[in-house]
């Protein structure tokens, strides 16, 4: 059972440049969520989607896009990236009903120089 | 969803008990105490949550206080694997989470 599962593990950009991270889950979660997490920090929300065709912001959506695909998949693009989208992005996902846990992927580690 | 403090880091004896505190004064009736724990970076994992009963699994105890305004994560016997990074965050359920700083536990051989 693999869980979240987020691609790439690594990555590094050029400012200017864009990309999209991939998150996909396999617990037939309803809700998603992407997070960053600075040095020493704790984790920020970014997006999140409650439901399939559902997105809302978190904290700190500036900067970023989502689409939920499908029930499974859950993407977040960076249009044109800026250091300070230097970070790690942590997606996660739980039902969505009551009191769930959340479950997350290892992180995506995204550097932009 | 209620602001949580927690010490900034903490160390505990390899075998010992750790105690980890947690204040939710502002906690709602229908928020949970959620605790989650991160090692090394990796992404956050669940760990045990509870709403005003004391609670127990197979990684820890919870104890909430009877006023509800404090909690305390215990890990019977600590082992080094059990370094990392403890979060303590309220959940009403209908909102999305909120991680502090958290609490820097750190197991000593």
């Known amino acids: 059972n693999a869980g979240v599962t987020q691609t790439p593990k690594f990555q590094v950009l050029k400012t200017g440049q864009s990309m999209t991270l991939q998150c996909a889950q396999d617990?037939?979660?309803?809700?998603m969520y992407w997070y960053r997490q600075d040095p020493g920090m704790g984790l920020r929300l970014i997006y999140y989607?409650?439901?399939?065709?559902?997105?809302d912001k978190g904290e700190v959506p500036n900067g970023y896009n989502v689409s939920r695909l499908n029930k499974r998949e859950f993407s977040l693009r960076l249009e044109s990236a800026a250091p300070s989208q230097t970070s790690v992005y942590f997606c996660?996902?739980?039902?969505?009903?009551?009191?769930?846990?959340?479950?997350f992927g290892d992180g995506t580690r995204l550097s932009i120089l | 969803d209620a602001k949580t403090t927690q010490p900034t880091s903490m160390d505990c004896a390899e075998g010992r008990a750790a105690n980890l505190p947690c204040n939710h004064s502002?906690?709602?009736?229908?928020?949970?105490v959620y605790w989650y724990r991160q090692i090394h970076s990796q992404g956050p994992q669940y760990i045990i949550h509870?709403?005003?009963n004391n609670e127990t699994n197979e990684m820890a105890s919870l104890i909430i206080t009877e006023d509800r305004k404090s909690s305390t994560l215990i890990l019977p016997h600590a082992t080094l694997r059990d370094t990392a990074v403890y979060y303590c965050?309220?959940?009403?359920?209908?909102?999305?989470?909120?991680f502090g700083k958290g609490t820097r536990l750190s197991v000593i051989a």
């Open positions: 996660a996902s739980n039902s969505g009903w009551g009191y769930q846990p959340q479950h």
């Open positions: 502002t906690i709602s009736g229908n928020e949970y």
């Open positions: 965050i309220g959940d009403s359920g209908n909102t999305p989470l909120v």
């Open positions: 617990m037939n979660h309803n809700s």
């Open positions: 509870g709403l005003k």
């Open positions: 989607s409650a439901s399939e065709g559902t997105t």
